[in-house]
């Protein structure tokens, strides 16, 4: 079965530190990987997409960047944390480009910038 | 742009009354609608999948329905129980595969 994690699952940073938080996926091959961050009050905004090894979109311009290394890993990144960069960030997978097809969410890093 | 809303915001109920959560959507080309539900400082957990050719679907208590005409979602909770409560979001994938959530309905089922 499909297993997605992420770490760490809290972080606490003050501002203008770097950042790092990594997914990783199991049991399937060349998913579809994304990135999301719900804020305080505000709804699900999805911040980068990943079809493949090296091939990444951004959905919002922002202070942080993502990568994936490896088929099954995906990093968010930034160099100088922000305190709107605040939030819960989501990574999420699917297989399919079709109408039948979800997305499964790993559970979460609650981060917090001071 | 898809834009989504949930009606209400926040929704507070004793145990054992049926219940509808609202979601409306502006852009009716659409792949499809779900229904995730979150608890607490969880991630998100899928409960219902619409396709766009499709009016509904069921799954144990749970009920949605997809007017695309409207631009309207309702989600029907049977019997509600302590357990349902969470907050419920609403998502459209458009072209692309890409979701848009709505704001979501926290939900709280009083014993």
């Known amino acids: 079965s499909q297993t997605i994690h992420q770490w760490p699952a809290t972080l606490v940073q003050p501002v203008g530190s770097p950042l790092s938080l990594e997914c990783t996926v199991e049991?399937?091959?060349?998913?579809?990987l994304y990135w999301y961050r719900q804020a305080a009050g505000r709804g699900l905004q999805l911040l980068f997409y990943?079809?493949?090894?090296?091939?990444i979109s951004s959905e919002v311009p922002q202070n942080l960047s993502a990568s994936r290394p490896q088929d099954r890993q995906f990093i968010l990144s930034s160099k100088k944390l922000l305190l709107s960069d605040s939030g819960f960030y989501l990574c999420?997978?699917?297989?399919?480009?079709?109408?039948?097809?979800?997305?499964?969410f790993g559970p979460g890093t609650r981060l917090t910038v001071l | 742009k898809q834009e989504v809303t949930q009606i209400p915001a926040a929704l507070s109920v004793p145990e054992g009354e049926n219940l509808v959560l609202n979601c409306s959507f502006t852009?009716?080309?659409?792949?499809?609608l779900q229904w995730f539900r979150q608890d607490p400082g969880k991630g998100l957990t899928s409960l219902l999948l619409i396709q766009s050719s499709q009016r509904e679907q069921t799954s144990g208590r749970l009920n949605a329905s997809l007017d695309k005409s409207s631009g309207r979602s309702t989600l029907y909770i049977a019997a509600s129980q302590p357990g349902d409560s969470a907050t419920y979001l609403c998502?459209?994938?458009?072209?692309?595969?890409?979701?848009?959530f709505g704001g979501g309905t926290r939900l709280m089922v009083k014993p």
């Open positions: 998502a459209l994938m458009n072209a692309g595969n890409m979701l848009t």
């Open positions: 990943s079809v493949g090894i090296g091939q």
């Open positions: 049991g399937t091959s060349n998913p579809n």
């Open positions: 852009d009716s080309a659409i792949y499809n």
């Open positions: 999420a997978w699917s297989v399919l480009w079709s109408s039948t097809d979800t997305q499964y």
